[in-house]
């Protein structure tokens, strides 16, 4: 619709108990809101296990609707096995296709699901018999209570003139009928019911299995999906929803806690736990925390009708999906980014868990869902469009006739914008604009001002009009159309609100010990938490001594996990970077020319390692995972990331010492910002200043160092000199190359998603055919390696026995003998492999600031070794080059985290081999 006449929308209708939200019982909270394939119904399901359905009322212009019938679809039960109480409430409903002039809708509450029909019965009476005459009160009874009349005997004369008794139609009601009842094939709670295309099957989701039932069959189902585990000590995720496709009635898609979206060809197999897609947007490691597996749980997935997209909900965003794009989402939508800060909060309160719904409009240009404080939002499909509708749900928004229109969603703060200087203005602009139809929904964007019981879970879309139907606090309202040309049916809001219940865990609900009690949930501590104090015996009756030496034994048992976890991470960084950093010089002072042969090794260690991690054995003839970013993509990103490797590795062999190696590749920002000002980005003046002082750095130390290299003759000078600028200049276009080869990978990360483990395993492994043209170079190297003076590995014979030995075994139990430079070359790759992974589980639990600070440290502790170790004497002025670089170094990472407003994908390491 054009922007000049845009769509308004309107509460028009509202069901439901009009009185006080206290007077509404537990069991009349709607759980559940579904319209018919036509739209000309409404179903919606409570936590009493009721069902009631609405019919259109075709006497009216507008999309109005009126009471068609109510039924008890399902009653409490209790699972006497487990000890567990099976509620009534109504989790799905769903609609089958209509052939006849019967519906039939199934319901579904933790553990049953049932098929109903619903049709309309028509009661007939007896309106005429052949008593009908004299059967009167009259005859029954004499006057003034006396003995009843004898009936006449002459009426009838023969059997001819007897009549059938004559019916008539008294009046219509509707019917509802279970005509099949599926149960006792979940051991988990059903969270999802969706019927298949073709009109005879449907499967049902629980948080381990989907089963694939017959409607037809109600005592056999097949299991499709199982992904719980031998041990369910390893259970990672758990599926959250499960719908099939509008169009193909061979696939189907689930979603899981884990974020992920997979979706599953039943052609392929009988059990279906390979997926033939997987849509999954990973989380940079700058935006992780404690809470990020379960804001990254998806609650709601859908189809749209054509079935081209899928809509996904988690609790900050709703994501729109194209069924041909895996790698990422073709729009996210922030939601409530405005509550990241106060996530714990919602910890605390269970509201982190709420389950929002989403749904496509019937012409997939709309998404809806639902937020707290009664507000729900529509957004457009469209990735350009950036605008909302921001609509209340709520009796004061309904009596004060509040209107939604489309209006820009303001990104220069959170998703919510501010209204002025205001804080908590709406997105919805300001509420005198569009004053002549009402005044525009506000949204509450002040974290501390948002009522979370108040909240929007459940949503359904009309399939062919703009009309929705909301389950809200207290009334089911309706925004209705907009005053436009057409006639556009707005909003039903239906009744519901989430009373606070306790949150369960799966182990919880489903697990019993072995004297037959429920097994305690085993709970998760990110820290121990001292407001829970009693918890380390501080409000017992001991002694204050007693209480602190308590306090710090149980803080200390606490954290033991977290601290070896640290330690680990520092002792693969420290301990393997340092000693492959010992490695390495120790080859470089014996062999400098050696710089090819260490870059292909390392290509090859890595490659073969990254296979493990990307084999898939249903892949023949490689066995490979489906690569998420076009291997044409990656080839630019190969040849650049070869080059550089061998270009720093092949400098030592001009004069080139490891120290000078580390301090001249720790200024790489400098590139790096010449780069991106080319590029289009835009620097601080710390971050210039920064680079500037580390250019001085850099130049400082390389000519000092020069300096200490120029012999004394004229004709060793003109020979050294040479060597050292050449040996300068191949390190200035590796680090030229890492700089533009960092943009490339950003764009990519960008496009793609930060896809760092399979970037990590193609660079390596694709680039070992480059190494072909340096054949007769590697076998050269590698024999001059094989040459170098033997390291004696003693056994633990002792002289006696060996003279025992034959003589030719004798020399062979005196020691094993192996090349030095080869047991240097084996360190240095499984060094540099450690301290690969050291990097990558730092970047995965920490922010890139803490990563890059401790990385520099790391550098500085290399360069320190470097000259203790093996006798490096550093100028004066190469020691102030160092002490500068470093310094500016850290002076630029602390301004870019500054700046950082958003968390951004992982940047690559430029190489796998380094010095420093």
Excluded at 636 to 651: E, K
């Amino acid at each position: 619709m054009a922007d000049a006449d845009p769509t308004v929308w309107k509460f028009t209708q509202c069901f439901g108990d009009k009185g006080d939200v206290e007077d509404i019982t537990e069991a009349d909270i709607i759980s559940t809101v579904e319209f018919d394939h036509t739209g000309n119904y409404l179903a919606t399901g409570d936590k009493g296990g009721r069902v009631v359905l609405f019919e259109r009322n075709e006497t009216k212009k507008t999309c109005e609707y009126k009471f068609h019938t109510e039924f008890q679809s399902h009653e409490p039960e209790f699972d006497y096995l487990k000890s567990l109480e099976i509620e009534e409430k109504i989790n799905k409903i769903k609609w089958c296709r209509r052939q006849n002039a019967s519906h039939y809708l199934l319901s579904t509450n933790d553990k049953t699901i049932k098929l109903w029909k619903v049709f309309e019965k028509s009661l007939k009476v007896v309106a005429e018999n052949n008593l009908s005459q004299d059967v009167t009160p009259g005859n029954i009874a004499g006057a003034g209570g006396g003995a009843p009349r004898p009936l006449l005997q002459t009426q009838f004369k023969n059997a001819g003139e007897l009549k059938l008794p004559r019916l008539t139609h008294h009046d219509t009601v509707v019917a509802a009928v279970p005509r099949r009842t599926y149960a006792n094939a979940h051991a988990y709670h059903i969270n999802s019911i969706s019927v298949n295309s073709d009109g005879e099957t449907f499967i049902s989701s629980d948080d381990l299995r989907i089963n694939l039932w017959n409607l037809n069959i109600q005592d056999q189902s097949f299991n499709i999906v199982d992904i719980k585990p031998a041990n369910m000590e390893e259970l990672t995720e758990v599926i959250t929803a499960a719908e099939f496709h509008p169009v193909s009635c061979n696939w189907f898609m689930y979603a899981s806690s884990k974020g992920t979206i997979k979706l599953a060809d039943m052609r392929e197999s009988a059990l279906c736990d390979q997926h033939a897609k997987l849509f999954e947007q990973e989380e940079g490691p700058d935006s992780r925390s404690f809470f990020s597996e379960i804001i990254s749980s998806i609650s709601d997935v859908r189809f749209s009708h054509d079935g081209r997209y899928i809509l996904s909900r988690d609790y900050l965003t709703v994501k729109i999906w194209d069924v041909n794009m895996e790698r990422q989402p073709v729009k996210t939508i922030p939601i409530h980014e405005h509550l990241r800060p106060k996530l714990c909060d919602t910890y605390e309160n269970d509201s982190i868990f709420d389950k929002f719904e989403v749904v496509f409009s019937g012409d997939a240009k709309n998404v809806m869902t639902g937020s707290y404080n009664n507000n729900f939002m529509i957004y457009p499909s469209d990735p350009e469009k950036e605008t909302e509708v921001v609509l209340q749900a709520d009796k004061s928004a309904f009596k004060a006739k509040k209107v939604g229109i489309p209006t820009p969603i303001n990104l220069s703060t959170s998703p919510t914008a501010t209204n002025g200087n205001k804080k908590g203005g709406s997105r919805a602009g300001s509420p005198a604009a569009g004053a002549g139809q009402g005044q525009r929904m506000r949204k509450e964007t002040d974290a501390d001002q948002i009522d979370f019981n108040k909240k929007i879970l459940h949503m359904s879309w009309h399939p062919f009009e703009d009309s929705i139907a909301i389950a809200a606090t207290n009334n089911p309202p309706r925004p209705l159309p907009p005053y436009h040309a057409l006639r556009n049916c707005g909003l039903a809001k239906m009744t519901s609100r989430s009373a606070p219940r306790r949150r369960q865990t799966l182990r919880e609900s489903h697990a019993v010990t072995r004297n037959g009690g429920a097994a305690t949930p085993k709970v998760i501590n990110a820290a121990p938490s001292l407001e829970k104090a009693e918890l380390y015996g501080i409000h017992d009756q001991r002694s204050t001594h007693s209480k602190l030496v308590g306090l710090a034994g149980r803080i200390f048992i606490e954290t033991i996990p977290q601290w070896l976890t640290v330690g680990a991470m520092l002792g693969l960084i420290f301990g393997g970077c340092c000693s492959n950093v010992f490695a390495l010089e120790a080859i470089v002072k014996v062999e400098p020319a050696s710089g090819t042969l260490l870059t292909f090794v390392q290509f090859l260690f890595v490659a073969v390692t990254g296979y493990v991690s990307q084999f898939d054995a249903t892949r023949p003839p490689f066995f490979i995972r489906p690569n998420r970013v076009p291997i044409r993509r990656w080839l630019i990103n190969i040849v650049l990331f070869f080059s550089i490797n061998l270009l720093n590795n092949h400098a030592f062999s001009y004069d080139i010492s490891v120290p000078v190696h580390i301090i001249l590749r720790s200024g790489g920002s400098i590139t790096t910002i010449v780069a991106g000002s080319l590029y289009g980005k835009k620097y601080s003046r710390i971050q210039v200043t920064a680079v500037v002082l580390l250019t001085i750095g850099v130049i400082t130390a390389a000519w000092s160092d020069a300096q200490t290299k120029q012999p004394v003759t004229e004709s060793s000078h003109e020979k050294s000199t040479p060597s050292f600028s050449t040996g300068l200049g191949i390190l200035f276009v590796a680090q030229a190359l890492s700089a533009v080869m960092g943009l490339y990978t950003e764009e990519t990360y960008r496009q793609y998603g930060p896809q760092w483990k399979e970037n990590l395993f193609y660079s390596h492994i694709l680039s070992l055919p480059l190494f072909l043209p340096f054949t007769k170079s590697l076998v050269r190297q590698f024999m001059r390696l094989v040459d170098s003076p033997p390291l004696v590995l003693r056994l633990p014979i002792d002289q006696a026995s060996l003279t025992t030995l034959p003589e030719g075994w004798q020399k062979v139990a005196e020691g094993i003998h192996i090349p030095s430079q080869v047991t240097y070359l084996a360190l240095n790759v499984l060094t540099q492999y450690a301290c690969i992974r050291g990097v990558n589980l730092l970047a995965a639990v920490s922010s890139a600031l803490t990563v890059t600070i401790v990385l520099n440290i790391r550098k500085l502790v290399s360069l320190l070794l470097s000259i203790w170790l093996f006798g490096n004497r550093l100028a004066t002025g190469t020691l102030v080059g160092a002490v500068v670089v470093f310094s500016a170094g850290a002076l630029y990472s602390l301004d870019s985290k500054q700046k950082e407003k958003k968390p951004a994908a992982p940047r690559p390491k430029a190489e796998t081999g380094r010095a420093g």
